[in-house]
């Protein structure tokens, strides 16, 4: 959170004003990045941007949501957890 706050600019408290918690604010940035993937590939597609961009993110938090229950991949998304660069 410490980190996200020093790359925007801004203080701690706002992230954690507008974000409870780590989690929240990995799932708010993965439904924005999703989105905007929705709308570079939607006219690659028969489907409009916007049903498109609800079909991935419903996938999106899907896979999240299995990664988290799986014991051995839930470590490597864990609170704390190292991603290699």
């Known amino acids: 959170m410490d980190d996200v706050a020093r790359a925007a600019g801004e203080k701690r408290q706002l992230v954690y ?4 918690d780590r989690r929240e604010l990995v799932e ?3 439904a924005a ?4 993937i929705a709308d570079e590939i939607g006219p690659l597609t028969r489907q409009t941007p916007a049903r498109l961009r609800r079909g991935l993110h419903k996938v999106s938090i899907t896979v ?3 990664i988290r229950s ?3 991949l839930g470590i490597l998304v864990s609170r704390g957890a190292r ?3």
């Open 83 to 85: 991603h290699a660069a």
């Open 28 to 30: 708010a940035a993965i």
């Open 70 to 72: 799986d014991h051995e």
């Open 17 to 20: 004003r507008l974000f409870l």
């Open 33 to 36: 990045r999703v989105a905007e």
């Open 64 to 66: 999240i949501e299995r």
